[in-house]
């Protein structure tokens, strides 16, 4: 059993284990908080908490069970499910703590020789081994991306070198963007959080765009919205939805309305109280007001409606009209 505590998102999505006559597909974490991904378990007994060995398209590694998927969750991959090799066994859980302890040592003889071979636009961020020691991939990050696409840099003799300098496992190197170089270094958020978003509980990053932030009302500055990996703030995306449905219910900007306190303008709204502020010319000068939406009625709207309550039912012509308006001559 793994000693590791489960991700707080592992007690909402795990379910008791299937009937014996269904095949039994769990959730498996390489990363305490990272994106889960399904293999068959049917036939091993397991259960959240255990380490499996699995076979992925970068070797072998050991992960967590944090769930059993149900039946109507599952989504069946491209040639099925992969099965588990196994129970991870106390040997297995010693080598990957063996490895995982000479990381930081394989992390800083890259970034040494990075310098020395004067590869300045990049930054080696980590160094992972695989659990039994056969890989050593380095997770780097370069320059910003290009037309969408990351900014390839020429690694060709940093390879040739660290593969020398550790013979017997398989050397790779993978870049990675600045919001996972966020999420591996961890740290103070921009707001002061004591753990970022990211390392915290995020298991995968949602697009975020400036939109979000007008909707919400949030000031432009890039200090605002801009988080630690230099991105938009993730959390711009936590109460977008909220921002939308509230402010569909409310008058835009500029409209006039009609208030207990007269005729006035919309200044500025607050979504999530759902109240306006409206703008009222007090003799020569003007005052604003907050108020509830439903205190307010927007004012061409209601002329219009006063205007089809005064007009003669369109359909007096054609007959068979029982609106009990007079037809007009």
Not at 26 to 48: E, L, Q
Not at 190 to 197: K, M
Request: hydrophobic share 35%; net charge positive.
């Amino acid at each position: 059993m793994s000693d590791l505590p489960l991700p707080a998102a592992t007690a909402e999505s795990s379910v008791l284990a299937p009937p014996p006559s269904l095949k039994t597909i769990i959730g498996v974490r390489f990363m305490r908080v990272g994106k889960i991904y399904h293999f068959d378990a049917t036939g091993f007994d397991v259960r959240p908490g255990d380490r499996v060995i699995v076979e992925t398209t970068r070797g072998r590694q050991l992960g967590e069970v944090v769930q059993f998927v149900p039946p109507e969750a599952r989504s069946v991959p491209d040639g099925g499910y992969k099965r588990i090799e196994g129970l991870a066994s106390p040997r297995d859980l010693a080598m990957e703590a063996y490895w995982k302890s000479k990381e930081t040592e394989a992390m800083i003889s890259c970034r040494a020789r990075a310098a020395e071979l004067l590869l300045t636009e990049i930054k080696i961020v980590k160094a992972e081994y695989s659990y039994d020691g056969s890989r050593l991939t380095f997770l780097y990050s370069g320059p910003d991306e290009q037309n969408g696409n990351p900014a390839r840099v020429d690694l060709k003799s940093l390879k040739e070198d660290m593969q020398a300098l550790y013979p017997q496992q398989l050397v790779q190197f993978r870049q990675i963007g600045p919001r996972d170089v966020a999420k591996l270094l961890g740290g103070l958020g921009a707001c002061g959080l004591e753990t970022r978003c990211c390392s915290l509980f995020l298991t995968e990053f949602s697009p975020v765009s400036i939109k979000m932030a007008k909707e919400q009302g949030i000031s432009l500055d890039p200090e605002e919205i801009t988080g630690m990996c230099g991105r938009l703030r993730c959390c711009l995306v936590y109460e977008y939805e909220q921002y939308v449905a509230a402010r569909k219910q409310l008058p835009k900007l500029k409209k006039i309305v009609l208030t207990p306190k007269g005729e006035g303008k919309v200044v500025d709204l607050n979504p999530l109280k759902e109240t306006v502020w409206v703008e009222i010319r007090e003799g020569e000068g003007v005052r604003s007001y907050e108020f509830h939406k439903n205190d307010i009625q927007p004012k061409e709207e209601l002329e219009a409606l006063q205007k089809k309550a005064n007009s003669p039912c369109d359909r007096h012509n054609s007959g068979g009209c029982d609106c009990g308006k007079a037809k007009k001559r």
